[in-house]
């Protein structure tokens, strides 16, 4: 068995809707698919950017066909990997969509545990190990891991679970969407380890769900990240993670220092978005790509208002001007 996951950026791919909300832009979504795997940049469609929960079952499978499609047509030059949300509120609904997103092309998915029930057991890790393993028991493709607490009945999974669960050969990654490097560290040292890698045949792919602290995570030992921003700024994060990457590996210390001014202007940046909301990574890609890569939002979600816009407009020209001289 083998995987194409491998370590890198990632970003949970924009779905821009018509002005109505209803129906997607294909069009918008394949272009968005080649800005980012032209720059090395995987691939998570129907994330929480990408207003997965919003979508239908049979929308989902078709923007995993269209990303694979154009894929395809890149070429094999601009490969990347193609992860899909899963977003079933039962261990049933996740392993069918699991089997549609197979066979629409996706690599991987990746799935939270359910919001809904959290009340009735967040605090039995048994019943929570046992959702994310028994739809990894009948996935056809490997399974990631998304820890997003405060869309999760405020479920937070430590690291010894996190551990407990990279043990399961085809659970294959987490992303950290919970802000906290030193988790990331400790399952990181775990998965990272000789002995682990001599009990699994596959990977296991530790993430940060941000950009803003993506070289302190590779130091950390760990694997790139799964951010939003990556929408907007992807070459520049990119950046961060091979030279990041390579100074770790070499010790090349001015390496290290070019890494760090690139990592400045990330996190601020990401500053920037996180004062407006993830959602305003949607409105400046119609600001700074173009005025179809975001496309409107799903209700009931709604766009930031003229303020925010404003500092979006304002905040972000720096990052812009250091991704466009890449």
Do not use: W
């Amino acid at each position: 068995m083998s995987s194409i996951l491998r370590p890198g950026v990632y970003a949970p791919v924009l779905t821009p809707f018509q002005d109505d909300g209803e129906s997607i832009n294909l069009a918008a979504f394949s272009a968005n698919i080649t800005h980012l795997a032209t720059a090395g940049v995987g691939i998570v469609i129907g994330g929480t950017l990408g207003e997965g929960a919003l979508l239908q079952n049979v929308e989902r499978v078709t923007l995993i066909k269209v990303a694979r499609e154009t894929l395809n047509d890149i070429g094999p030059e601009s490969f990347v990997p193609v992860i899909s949300g899963c977003v079933g509120a039962s261990v049933k609904e996740c392993v069918q969509q699991a089997h549609e997103a197979s066979a629409a092309g996706a690599d991987a998915i990746i799935i939270a545990i359910p919001a809904y029930f959290a009340f009735v057991y967040a605090r039995d890790k048994d019943t929570i190990k046992n959702f994310f393993t028994s739809v990894a028991d009948k996935s056809p493709v490997p399974l990631f891991i998304y820890n997003i607490p405060f869309a999760a009945g405020g479920i937070d999974l430590d690291a010894d679970l996190l551990m407990d669960l990279s043990e399961h050969q085809n659970i294959v990654g987490v992303k950290l969407t919970c802000g906290s490097i030193s988790k990331g560290y400790r399952v990181a040292l775990h998965v990272n380890s000789l002995q682990y890698k001599a009990r699994h045949t596959l990977p296991f792919l530790v993430m940060p769900g941000s950009s803003d602290y993506l070289l302190p995570a590779l130091i950390g030992r760990q694997h790139g990240c799964i951010a939003g921003p990556a929408n907007l700024y992807p070459k520049t994060c990119v950046k961060v993670f091979q030279d990041g990457s390579r100074a770790v590996e070499t010790d090349d210390f001015k390496l290290l220092r070019q890494a760090q001014a690139l990592q400045d202007a990330i996190t601020e940046a990401d500053s920037v978005i996180n004062k407006v909301g993830f959602l305003g990574i949607k409105t400046a890609s119609n600001i700074y790509i173009n005025q179809e890569s975001g496309g409107t939002f799903r209700p009931p979600l709604i766009a930031p208002n003229d303020i925010a816009i404003q500092e979006l407009g304002d905040g972000l020209k720096k990052i812009i001007e250091i991704e466009n001289s890449l």
